[in-house]
């Protein structure tokens, strides 16, 4: 069975930095965990890596879909799966190193998206219903019925609130909680969890949009506005839709970087809940002394793979 090794965890608790560190150490290539890297001109929103951050280590799928494109977790699990088996065709090691928990969970466990297709009319019906009454009500009808989506969907976000009102129409469960889609996993993984004392994340995120901030997120959020990118999946994401509240006039450019770091953080806590419910993981805290922890993951790692 192939090796693999997946890192995940809250947004800004160095993920990336400790991808590049094991792929280093392990002869390995990183296969991008993050539904969002994957957009063109979407750089500093969603703090994708540099070349320079990089290292000379190969990274997959990033930059592989313009703004205006979809793109599903039903997608990202054919891409990963295929550079999973290129890597270890080059005698590599693949990783996968983000924070989407449910596009990571669809690799591991290879989920069966074939049993939930399409009903069209079903679909139509949605599509209208949102026409007429808006996507705030259209998102407000899966509170009941899925509650995990309606808290982590933006109401603007209409392709996946109606791919989840779809799945629990057809299944009667909501969506990635179907058993018939969590299958046995296909490869010899070990799933590594970062995590930090709640304070000192919330002041990394914070000066983590400072940053971006300083970066240019205005800037680069504004030449897509100006595109016309509107109601994409690309543009809902935390980074992209505060800041087009500021060029849209309804809030101050302070109050949108306030809302951004609010946005941030509480995604980390979503994220972090996640991922202790969903996925089997060894948690390291790195909130002090990042090197030594940083050996510590590796240690462990060798004594489970190799």
Request: proline fraction near 3%; hydrophobic fraction near 35%; charged fraction near 30%.
């Amino acid at each position: 069975m192939n090796e693999l090794i997946v890192i995940v965890g809250p947004t800004a608790v160095g993920k990336t930095a400790a991808g590049i560190s094991l792929a280093k150490t392990f002869h390995g290539e990183i296969i991008s965990g993050d539904s969002m890297q994957v957009y063109r001109g979407m750089d500093i929103g969603t703090a994708k890596v540099t070349p320079a951050e990089m290292d000379g280590i190969p990274h997959h799928l990033i930059d592989i879909k313009d703004p205006e494109e979809s793109f599903s977790v039903a997608e990202f699990q054919e891409r990963a799966k295929k550079c999973i088996q290129e890597i270890h065709q080059k005698s590599k090691l693949p990783l996968i190193v983000g924070g989407t928990g449910l596009y990571v969970n669809a690799v591991i466990y290879d989920y069966d998206f074939s049993s939930s297709e399409a009903d069209t009319d079903y679909r139509q019906s949605l599509e209208e219903f949102a026409r007429q009454h808006g996507n705030a009500a259209l998102h407000v009808r899966l509170k009941e019925i899925d509650p995990v989506s309606y808290r982590e969907l933006h109401p603007n976000n209409l392709r996946r609130i109606i791919r989840a009102l779809e799945v629990y129409h057809k299944t009667g469960q909501p969506i990635g909680e179907r058993p018939e889609q969590r299958e046995s996993a296909p490869y010899k993984t070990v799933v590594i969890g970062l995590t930090m004392e709640r304070e000192q994340l919330y002041e990394r995120i914070n000066a983590r949009v400072d940053q971006m901030i300083a970066d240019g997120l205005i800037e680069e959020a504004a030449s897509l506005y100006h595109r016309g990118i509107r109601n994409c999946q690309s543009v809902q994401a935390i980074g992209y839709k505060e800041i087009y509240s500021y060029l849209d006039g309804e809030l101050t450019k302070e109050a949108a970087i306030e809302l951004l770091k609010r946005n941030s953080r509480r995604y980390a806590k979503r994220q972090l809940t996640w991922f202790r419910n969903k996925m089997d993981i060894t948690w390291f805290d790195m909130t002090n002394e990042r090197e030594k922890i940083t050996h510590e993951i590796h240690q462990f790692i060798e004594g489970k793979l190799f």
